[in-house]
T-cell receptor
Framework: DAMVIQNPRYQVTQFGKPVTLSCSQT?????MYWYQQKSSQAPKLLFH???????NEADTPDNFQSRRPNTSFCFLDIRSPGLGDAAMYLC?????????????FGPGTRLTVT | GENVEQHPSTLSVQEGDSAVIKCTYS??????FPWYKQELGKGPQLIID???NVGEKKDQRIAVTLNKTAKHFSLHITETQPEDSAVYFC???????????WGAGTKLIIKP
């Protein structure tokens, strides 16, 4: 089945130790999004890629970076995780960068910072 | 600014009864209103959506209604079942903007 896959599902890292989360998709969508979600709050958009064009939200900390080497894969890099970065990280895709199209979410990666 | 208010934050209903969750949006130009269901430990999944040219949409036990004049839209779940227990998020979208504006979420609890 076509889907959005995130690995790992659970990630534990130490304070200040860089960590990378990965996302892959078989939907061949042009847009990939990274969201941060804390404690059943609404997902908060960090950034998105439209094809190879990177778009950063104004309030996304510089500590967060992203890479999209090809259509299928997108990575979230946290350079120096703090305790406040512990959260669920959700990857999503959509065909076009429009608020009027469905976004398809992966299962998320739960990040713990010790 | 853009904002979606969602109520209630928690809703507990008896199995078999109906559940209604309401959202109010602020941008009159918004034209897309999805509802996402998020089960524990999983990503949000779209369960139903409605566009601004339609007043109601139904899919089996789930329906969404839209009142553009009042800027309200609501999710209706009939004959609730234990598997309906989850957090539900409403959102608003605009074709000219890539972002979805999310409500705060409603935790739906189905009591046996």
């Amino acid at each position: 089945d076509a889907m959005v896959i995130q690995n790992p599902r659970y990630q534990v890292t130490q304070f200040g130790k860089p960590v990378t989360l990965s996302c892959s998709q078989t939907l061949n969508h042009n847009v990939m999004y990274w969201y941060q979600q804390k404690s059943s709050q609404a997902p908060k958009l960090l950034f998105h890629y439209y094809d190879k064009d990177f778009n950063n939200e104004a309030d996304t900390p510089d500590n967060f970076q992203s890479r999209r080497p090809n259509t299928s894969f997108c990575f979230l890099d946290i350079r120096s995780p703090g305790l406040g970065d512990a959260a669920m990280y959700l990857c999503a895709t959509s065909p076009e960068p429009q608020g009027s199209v469905e976004q398809y979410f992966g299962p998320g990666t739960r990040l713990t910072v010790t | 600014g853009e904002n979606v208010e969602q109520h209630p934050s928690t809703l507990s209903v008896q199995e078999g009864d109906s559940a209604v969750i309401k959202c109010t949006y602020s941008d009159s130009a918004s034209n897309y209103f999805p509802w996402y269901k998020q089960e524990l430990g999983k990503g949000p999944q779209l369960i139903i959506d409605i566009r601004s040219n339609v007043g109601e949409k139904k899919d089996q036990r789930i329906a969404v209604t839209l009142n553009k004049t009042a800027k309200h839209f609501s999710l209706h779940i009939t004959e609730t079942q234990p598997e309906d227990s989850a957090v539900y998020f409403c959102a608003e979208g605009l074709g000219s903007n890539y972002q979805l504006i999310w409500g705060a979420g409603t935790k739906l609890i189905i009591k046996p």
